[in-house]
């Protein structure tokens, strides 16, 4: 008997499984509401070059935007077909697909990649079309793996973790720090009313010319993750007749603030699982911590660019191994930190040194009171004989009021105690933290 064969992924079977997630589809908040957003301006922006290709080969100029959002954030200088930068060169692609070019401007080369793809044949381009091509310009490598695809859903609520990182390189537990086709065309319906009114209208479901010889099949899930019932749970439903209710998993995320964003503390956690705990407890905002371990993951690991995730920094830290501290650093002596001329180490040494003067004086004050105070403790040791109606409370709060001034030596010598211990821990923490590599600037 022949094997089964699979069904074959074609628009007339899937169409009802993207309009139905299109119609589902919710733009994430934080980090990927703010990213759709600048997306979406930046395709607003370059509206005028989209149009041109609309005019040309009927594509809608948003859709354009998205792709080209998703192949090269929207610079001009990158190709449609896959993102290289070869406008106005006498180079054609070397990435899939290959041997494409050379392009003298980037309208030619947008309109070259969509025809490639038979875009420029396609008359009804509702939002399930739009869901379906931007599967087929990506390639069909997630229906494979039947996850929904990070192309065209990252960063709204039918994202999934998994993405092919490299040509032909999957990796399960990637989460896409870019932004989906779908999720910012989302967003321009939400910020432009022509979007909004073209996308609509398109949307309705369209009635089959015939039905198609095989069963429609679904598009690919939306839960990541389900619980697995237990062995008394399962015998329970089969003697019940009822089949275990699939549930599904949400990853515990211990510190995650209410307004915090999942994915950002996933990034957080790792970065902190690598060994920059200048990171501080993940807990899904973008602050000053953050930023610092980003800082110095980027300057550690020779990748430029600005204090953010993007998907260069998340694919390196992904297979970034432990934190490698210099031996100079993981060896270094508050003593080495002096003679660098350190400046928090400084601070630390004046307030050890005004330590030392409060110890000395009221070692002093203990040897040898002042007469003045001798003077203090008569004068109120008569006031208290003179107001003899005065009560009992008040005379026993004269008697420690005289007793604290003649014995202030005592006060002395314990403050600068205290203060002498908290420099010496002091100066003891911050020379952990530079052995960390916690603390990356550590001389003048």
Known sequence: MAAKQKPSWTFARTENGYRNMWNSISVKDGV???????????????????????????????????????????????????GQKIIGTNKKTTLVPKGRGPFATWHEAAIDALTLKGFDKIKDWSPARMGFESERFNGLGYVGKAVNSAYLWAGSNHEQLGKYVADHVWDKKFDDPQIGTMTVLKMLCDTNPEVARRMNASNEPKPAASAPSEAPVSVTPIANDVRKPGVLETLWGVVRGKDVAVKPVEKARPGLAPNGDPQLWDQQDLLSSKGYTEVGQPDGLMGRRTRNAIKAFRDENGLPGAEIFDAKLSAALLTAGPRKIPERRATIEAQDLRKSGNSQISVLDSLGGFAKLLIGGGALGGIQQSGVLDRASETLQSAQDTLGLITTILSYLINALTWCFTHWWLFAIAGGIYVSFRVATGILKFVVLVRQGIVTQFTK
């Not at 930046?42 to 192949?71: D, S, T």
């Open 32 to 82: 990927d509401a703010s990213n759709a957003r600048r997306f979406a301006e930046k395709i607003e922006a370059g509206k005028p070059e989209y149009m041109a290709v609309e005019m040309a080969i009927g594509v809608p100029w948003f859709f354009v935007g998205a792709l080209h959002m998703r192949e090269s954030s929207n610079d001009f200088k990158g190709v449609l077909h896959n």
